[in-house]
């Protein structure tokens, strides 16, 4: 027993030392010790934001049923500036069915412009002449403009116009001759000098004498009378057509196409959900969510932290009680294993 009270009185001293140590400290004046921590921002790397990313949304999803096998196809059209990244790549569940990405197929779309053109043409022509004008007018006619329309025109027909291309004027010269019979004499003065044909003054340009009978006179041949053929010439003047032009109309439909906008296609394979996926789906492990960025940099800030101080006499309770029960129990069980020696040498 005496054993017993001996330990029990070290364990006591050993918790009550440190209790004892803190009441000297605290009568000798000696401070308490005080942490203190100081955080201040990184301004060497601001941290800067990452650009939003727009959602990409498709123009059209269809879903397609066939031998038992799904898949939907989704259609994005892209314009200019858009990241063909940010399409959705993910697998995802509809309808008891997983469906996972097998494909994304680009191609481009185009633009037609339509729209209706009248082109008008010229020929010229010698003549005014329908079957030699038609002999230059083809059918159908090939157009392509400046900006990029281009088609196939036909002749219309009704649209033909033939119009003098112009005109000239010419002098010619005129003449006409006149008969004078039974003249007397073969003299000029016995014949006019001038007539009038046709509207235009002609002069007398030549004579031609005829001697109509003769009769003897003393042996001698006489002209009975004379007839004149007298030639009168003048000038005139005309106005000619130089050509013909001819105006015809092609008309019909001309179209331009242009590159229009970007067309990808994200095609998914379907699997049906049974109950020993979903159980293995369930059992797969979440994967980690990736870690997001600082939107912006922290304000500097300070912060005092003040370790607290340890109270000794918080601690020694707790000790000593810990200290006086095994004090305690080792004492029992000391005294039992002695009352059991006790009782074996008595017996012997």
């Known amino acids: ?27 000798d004046g000696t401070a308490s010790t005080v942490n203190i921590t100081v955080v201040m921002p990184d301004v060497s790397a601001p941290a800067q934001s990452a650009p939003p990313v727009s959602p990409l949304y498709p ?24 990241n063909p990244e940010n399409i959705p790549r993910g697998s995802f569940e509809r309808g008891g069915w997983r469906y996972e990405l097998a494909d994304v197929a680009k191609s481009e779309t185009a633009l037609t412009d339509a729209r209706n053109h009248v082109e008008t043409v010229e020929v010229k022509t010698a003549a005014k002449d329908m ?45 006409a001759t006149r008969e004078y019979p039974r003249l007397s004499a073969a003299d000029t003065s016995l014949i006019p000098k001038t007539i009038t ?24 041949p006489l002209a009975e009378y004379y007839t004149a053929v007298a030639a009168y010439t003048g000038t005139a003047s005309k106005t000619s057509v130089t050509g013909y032009v001819t105006t015809a109309e092609y008309s019909g439909t ?33 994967p980690e969510a990736p870690e997001i960025p600082a939107a912006s940099t922290p304000e500097p800030t300070s912060r005092l ?11 020694a ?20 294993k002695s009352n059991r020696k006790d009782d074996a040498n008595e017996t012997h």
């Open 305 to 315: 932290e003040e370790a607290p101080s340890a109270n000794p006499w918080d601690l």
């Open 197 to 220: 044909d046709d509207g235009r003054t002609l002069t007398l340009a030549s004579v031609d004498w005829q001697i109509g009978n003769t009769v003897a006179v003393d042996y001698e």
């Open 59 to 82: 123009n059209s999803v269809d879903e397609i049923r066939e031998n038992g096998e799904r898949r939907i196809i989704k259609v994005y059209e892209l314009s200019e500036g858009e």
């Open 254 to 286: 001309v179209a331009k196409v242009s590159q229009g906008r970007t067309v990808y296609t994200a095609v998914f394979i379907g699997s049906e959900i049974t109950p020993e996926r979903a159980r293995l789906d369930f059992a797969e492990p979440t």
């Open 131 to 175: 079957d030699a004008i038609l002999s230059l007018l083809a059918p159908t006619l090939d157009y392509e403009s400046d900006d990029g329309y281009a088609g196939t025109l036909a002749l219309d027909i009704t649209t033909i116009k033939t119009e003098s291309a112009g005109t000239k004027s010419s002098v010619y010269t005129v003449s």
């Open 317 to 336: 309770l707790p000790v000593a009680l810990a200290a006086l029960f095994a004090g305690v129990a080792a004492g029992y069980f000391l005294k039992i």
């Open 1 to 27: 027993m005496k054993r017993v009270l001996i330990i029990f009185a070290a364990i006591v001293a050993i918790a009550m030392a440190p209790t004892a140590a803190a009441r000297a400290a605290e009568s």
